[in-house]
């Protein structure tokens, strides 16, 4: 019997319960698994486990022109998404924090809106907006579409960080003469760098992972990875998508890990 | 600071004046931080919302008129997509509890360690790509997909189930999606549950199932309400699920959306859809607020 949980029933009658949480454990992670193992499969039928193994699914990944052009488009917006939400997160959670402001309710709501509003009316809507200022088809639009979706994230984490830090700490370096700005740098940031990677990761993830509003407002030459993986779904089932999907997995994993190391530096 | 004479009036009215100048640079400096974030979301979601508000009032010949909102009752094709997604809603709702529940209460008995290794199994699969998990439904599904070879190679049964592009197949895929949205608000509740008032409970002579029943399960409703509202309201607007496993059978309210705007680029009708399903999201996040006092978004800010 543990200490922290002492209550007088053993591991013994708890039994059922961890059998019941087990299987739900596997219904939510044997999908991945699956999908891993049948990556590797050199038959194009579905077979689980398969008999033979192969790469040639990720060949078929790296080699087509198309998977691989939209990659480098997920890529790049995903970094940049990660550069902007991060800046104007962090600015805009420091404020928030600051608690001085008035209608600090409303500017929550604004903030955390997209979290909220259903994501396939910002998807119509953005497309609406983009048809009118040239933003649809273009790596700028779908940066600024996805930053909006990864703002909330980067603010909800950095004031996360923010509320463990003493604030005095940087009243106590301007009263001494350093500026607004090289007293955020130099006293609070470092104390709250952990959680600002972390809510960049986030933000990165986020658009990576991203399918509607991408679907609406990406195409052509900036067609992401999500919208051709949709598209291809929804005609066939190709097992290079299978591939592709155990790509995107293993970053998560990396990324999620990353961000749980910074955590514990906190 | 600047040096002020406290001792007369004057110079007490000038420190105030430079105080409040103080404060009101100070609060302009906060609002010049904010302000990028908060005019990026007003450009790009609130101004094109409005929009199409304005827009789902008038009808295709542009006179002001309530006919985008009329047709939602009047034909039947619209009435049968809002049952389809309630119907759908409160089905992977429930499923969510009947998952969610047990495994979430497992999780807050397990010792710190433990609880932290089979949380990953809860975490991994809500930061895995929604496309990637649909995927992975849809291969095991399917009519020639893993369920139906193993079972007909087992000889249970003849002919492949039809499990996938089905109403079974849209619940399966979105309540694996849905299910981390439950646990994890009700995991941090349960935490926060005194282990000292269920020891007293047993200690006063009740069975671990009454202490379970009397005490533990009480406290943990306002976590499972938060999980309930926050998995209901998102399932109300889902796309990808429906759209990948409904075999064009299952046409939930997302769909319609885009079908409605993309296919037959009727705007006003879309735009009159996506203003119901915000009032409906709305309305149900307002009235939890409203009956708990909490956020039901907080889900976000424990991943």
Redesign the interface.
């Known amino acids: 019997m ?1 200490m ?6 053993s591991h013994r ?2 039994l059922w ?2 059998a ?2 087990g299987l ?2 596997l ?3 044997a ?2 698994v ?2 891993v193992i ?1 990556s590797f499969s050199a038959s194009s ?4 486990p398969p008999r033979e193994w192969s790469l040639r699914w990720y060949e078929s990944y790296f080699g087509s022109l198309e998977w691989r052009d939209a990659t480098i488009v997920s890529v790049k917006v995903a970094v940049m998404t990660a550069i902007v939400a991060t800046l ?2 962090t ?2 959670a ?3 924090n ?1 608690r ?2 008035r209608l600090t309710g409303a ?1 929550n709501a ?13 998807g ?6 983009y048809a009118r200022v040239g933003l649809n088809n273009t790596l700028t639009g779908l940066v ?2 996805h ?2 979706q990864a ?3 980067v ?3 950095v ?2 960080g923010l509320r463990s830090y003493d604030m005095n700490q940087e009243m106590v370096a301007r009263s001494l003469g350093a500026g ?1 700005f090289s007293a955020f740098f130099q006293v609070t940031m470092p104390q709250i760098r952990f959680s600002i990677v972390s809510g960049a990761l986030f933000a990165f ?1 986020t658009s ?2 991203e ?2 509003v991408s679907l ?1 407002i990406s195409g052509g030459e900036t067609t992401t990875l ?1 919208r051709r ?2 598209n291809a ?2 005609d066939q ?1 190709d097992p290079t ?2 591939a592709i ?1 155990t790509c ?2 293993v970053l ?2 990396v ?2 890990s990353a961000a749980q190391l910074f955590g514990r530096g906190r | 600071m600047r040096s002020a004479r406290l001792h007369d009036g004057a110079g007490a009215t000038l420190n105030a004046d430079a105080l409040r100048a103080d404060a009101r640079r100070e609060s302009f400096g906060l609002l010049a931080l904010l302000s990028p974030g908060l005019l990026l979301v007003f450009a790009v979601i609130i101004v094109p919302i409005g929009w199409l508000f304005w827009l789902s009032l008038f009808d295709e010949a542009g006179q002001l008129s309530a006919a985008n909102y009329a047709r939602f009752f009047e034909q039947a094709s619209y009435i049968k997509t809002f049952v389809t997604t309630f119907k759908v809603a409160f089905t992977v709702t429930g499923a969510c509890i009947v998952l969610g529940y047990p495994l979430a209460y497992m999780l807050s008995q397990l010792p710190r360690r433990a609880a932290g290794v089979c949380l990953i199994f809860v975490i991994l699969p809500f930061w895995t790509s929604v496309l990637v998990r649909t995927y992975a439904w849809l291969v095991i599904l399917q009519r020639k997909g893993l369920v139906n070879t193993w079972l007909m190679d087992l000889g249970v049964i003849a002919q492949p189930l039809s499990l996938a592009n089905n109403f079974a197949g849209v619940v399966i895929g979105m309540t694996h999606i849905m299910l981390p949205f439950l646990v994890l608000p009700l995991y941090a509740s349960m935490k926060t549950i005194d282990v000292d008032c269920l020891r007293a409970g047993m200690n006063l002579g009740a069975s671990p199932a009454a202490t379970f029943r009397q005490i533990f399960l009480p406290l943990s409703l306002p976590g499972l309400a938060s999980g309930v509202v926050i998995v209901f309201v998102l399932c109300l607007g889902f796309f990808v699920t429906p759209a990948l496993m409904g075999g064009g059978k299952v046409i939930m309210w997302a769909m319609r959306m885009e079908q409605t705007t993309s296919l037959y680029s009727n705007w006003g009708a879309g735009a009159a859809l996506g203003v119901v399903l915000l009032a409906v999201t709305l309305a149900l996040l307002g009235l939890f607020q409203w009956l708990l006092g909490a956020r039901a978004t907080g889900v976000w800010s424990q991943r």
């Open positions: 543990s922290e949980n002492s209550l007088p029933i009658q708890r319960l961890y019941l949480g739900v454990m219904f939510l992670i999908p991945s699956i999908i049948m039928l579905l077979q689980f104007l997160g600015a805009a420091y404020a928030v600051a001085t402001l500017i604004l903030l955390t809106a997209s979290l909220i509003i259903p994501v396939i009316l910002i119509i809507g953005t497309f609406f907006l600024i579409a930053t909006v703002l909330p994230l603010v909800l984490t004031l996360s607004r993830i990576f992972d399918v509607v609406f999500t993986m949709f779904l929804r089932i998508i299978a999907s995107l997995i998560s994993i990324l999620l």
